[in-house]
């Protein structure tokens, strides 16, 4: 993908639409349930849930964006970015304090894939709503792990190093009305996203994060 050979620019957004991230099916499974070690799936039964799970793949309309920001301070459980945002958490301060920038986040999975999951509880199939919820909230956090897999790999030819951990606000004591920050900080209105008053991402399958940058 052409975009992810970009140089990275500090306190810019940079955007990708359409991306088709890698993912674990076996985290799928998972969440509906299954183990892959201890249960068994009739093949007719295993072909119903990979149908489903192709409808969800192709209803997705995955975008993401990021921009790196300078940390001016840690101050347990306070982080403090280059523009005044304080973002608070003892699990992030304690995951930034040798870090010296910030790689803030996002990824949405768009609304078609909302409206598969309405459709399918509109005409009481409940286990296919299930099953496509289920993979998007997998396949939408895996495209996390393709933005900090990309982030990585052009940091390290500065001899620089992402954390292997991020933060989502929700997340332990980070705290959910963070997200505000957040969608700020990443413009949400410009990924179609909007934030209610209970802190929450529509469409649903949208996620906030952050991970430190050292070196």
């Known amino acids: 993908m052409e975009e992810c050979k970009e140089a990275i ?18 985290l799928i499974y998972s969440r509906l349930g299954y183990s892959k070690i201890r249960t068994e799936l009739s093949p007719d039964l295993a072909g119903d ?5 192709e409808k969800a793949e192709n209803s997705l309309e995955i975008t993401v964006a990021y921009r790196i920001m300078k940390i001016e301070g840690v101050d347990s459980p306070n982080v403090r970015l280059a ?9 992030l301060s304690g995951l930034l304090e040798n870090c010296s920038e910030a790689l ?3 990824a949405t999975g768009g609304h078609n894939i909302m409206a598969l ?14 099953i496509v919820d ?3 909230s997998v396949i939408t956090d895996a495209a996390l792990d393709f933005t900090m897999d990309m982030v990585n790999q052009q940091l390290r030819s500065k001899g620089r190093l992402l954390t292997k951990m991020r933060f989502s606000p929700g997340y332990g004591d980070f705290d959910i009305s963070l997200q505000k920050d957040f969608y700020r900080l990443l413009k949400g209105e410009n ?7 209970a802190y929450m991402l529509i469409p649903e399958k949208s996620v906030f994060a952050v991970a430190g940058i050292s070196g």
């Open 104 to 106: 803030i986040m996002a």
């Open 117 to 130: 999951i309405d459709r399918f509880q509109k005409e009481d199939k409940m286990s296919e709503a299930v």
């Open 191 to 197: 990924l179609g996203l909007t934030l209610n008053d």
């Open 134 to 136: 289920a993979a998007a």
């Open 83 to 91: 523009d005044d945002t304080v973002l608070s958490g003892r699990g």
């Open 9 to 26: 620019a500090v306190d810019e957004i940079r955007i990708i639409k359409n991306i088709k991230p890698s993912y674990n099916k076996n």
């Open 49 to 53: 849930i990979e149908r489903v799970i």
